[in-house]
């Protein structure tokens, strides 16, 4: 049978939970609702400039190397031993002063060679003429004796007619015309080969010449001199060297002949050619290194490749102690150019974009970047031409990592 407590124990728990429900509801039903924020766009306070377009001589910058059109290279006329070096490297020296010797004797043998060569075709031309002379000679007596055995051939015939001769006597006539016949004509062809020897022996007389010629060159070339005023780039070997024909001794460089070379990129080689076929001097100045002074171009390569072409400027005696191989950035003035506009670098987006300010919102447009100019101020600014910027287009200036068409921004007024 269930009592009245067994019944209190089983509904205890159930009326808690009711009770903890009904607290729970009203706590719900009492919460205090609130209003949710309104969502607001953000807004990016940007600086401005206004687009003015002017004409300006834009600059840019090239990375030039310093090089020598006239550096030369002297090299052993033959194989020997270097007996001497006086220079060393960046060494100073003046026109005529010896700057490697090498042993004579390693020349004399050939020198002493060539002219014997020589001197034996010289006799051989000679005993040839000798011997001509003496075959034209002989060739009319050996014509005369000839004449003297058909006269005898032919007294010996008609005797023979008269049975006043034997058979035996004209054949032996007949024999020794014949053999005069051969003197005649094997002495006709030495006179006739005379100028075909001659020349044979005079072109190895012209080969002995130049042999000689050349033998005496490299006597001569054995001691390296300086043929201008130069400074030494390299030394390449030490006495006592063995060296073979053609092996580089030394180089040397003028020190009035030194040029920059640079690479200009493609987009400014019509500019440059015109101003330059046009007369007008460009010029380029060194912006790092204290080097005074600006370079004129000199001229242009005479090849271009797909990125650019290579630009060479003049150097003068003002630029200093310069060495082939230096580089030096350089500030190249270009031509003139109308109807550019200058934004500050932190304007340009990628080097082809900058953003205008219409009715609070950022517009990309696309530009052309011509080159940088210095204000008065001493500012540097990049000119860019393009057709969608009107003057008074309102340029944002101040460079936004998220900068896209259609950002809201604010003019900073200050």
């Known amino acids: 049978m269930i009592t009245a407590r067994s019944q209190a ?59 020598s059109p006239e550096q030369l290279k002297a090299a052993a006329p033959g194989g020997g031993i270097v007996e001497q070096v006086f220079v060393r490297n960046g060494a100073s020296v003046k026109q005529g002063q010896a700057l490697v010797t090498m042993d004579r004797r390693d020349f004399a043998a050939s020198l002493l060679q060539a002219e014997a060569d020589l001197r034996d075709l010289d006799n051989q031309i000679a005993e040839l003429k000798v011997r001509h002379q003496s075959n034209l000679a002989s ?19 008609e005797l023979k007619k008269q049975d006043l001769s034997a058979d035996t006597a004209i054949n032996a006539a007949r024999s020794e015309t014949a053999r005069r016949q051969l003197a005649v004509t094997s002495r ?37 001199t300086a043929p201008f005023d130069g400074i030494i780039s390299e030394v390449a070997v030490a006495a006592g060297d063995r060296v073979s024909l053609g092996q580089i001794l030394v180089s040397l460089f003028p020190v009035d002949d030194l040029e920059i070379r640079a690479h200009l990129p493609i987009n400014y080689i019509d500019s440059v050619r015109q101003a330059i076929a046009n007369g007008r001097e460009l010029y380029a100045s060194v912006t790092v290194r204290e080097i005074p002074g600006r370079f004129q171009i000199r001229r242009l390569a005479g090849e271009a490749e797909a990125t650019g072409i290579d630009v060479y400027f003049a150097i003068d005696a003002s630029a200093g102690q310069l060495r082939p191989g230096d580089l030096l950035p350089l500030n190249l003035e270009l031509p003139p150019v109308s109807g550019v506009i200058g934004v500050p670098y932190q304007a340009i987006y990628g080097n082809s974009r900058i953003y205008r300010v219409v009715e609070g919102r950022l517009q990309a447009v696309d530009v052309t970047s011509l080159g940088q100019a210095r204000t008065e101020e001493n500012q540097v600014m990049v000119l860019i031409d393009s057709d969608a910027i009107e003057p008074g287009d309102l340029i ?11 950002l809201k921004v604010k003019i900073d007024e200050e």
């Open 139 to 157: 060739l009319q007596t050996e014509r005369e004796l000839l004449v003297l055995a058909n006269a005898e051939v032919e007294r010996l015939t």
């Open 9 to 67: 124990k089983f509904l205890l728990p159930i009326l808690v939970l009711l009770i903890a429900a009904a607290i729970y509801f009203s706590l719900v039903n009492s919460k205090v609702e609130r209003e949710k924020p309104a969502l607001s766009e953000k807004v990016w306070q940007v600086e401005v400039i206004t687009a003015q377009k002017q004409e300006l001589s834009p600059s840019i910058t090239l990375y030039g190397r310093i090089e």
């Open 396 to 406: 944002a200036v101040t460079h936004l990592p998220n900068a896209v068409s259609g």
């Open 188 to 224: 006709q062809l030495d006179v006739d080969s005379y100028p075909a020897r001659l020349q044979i022996l005079q072109a190895r007389h012209d080969r002995g010449t130049a042999l000689l010629d050349q033998a005496r060159l490299a006597m001569d070339r054995s001691e390296v």
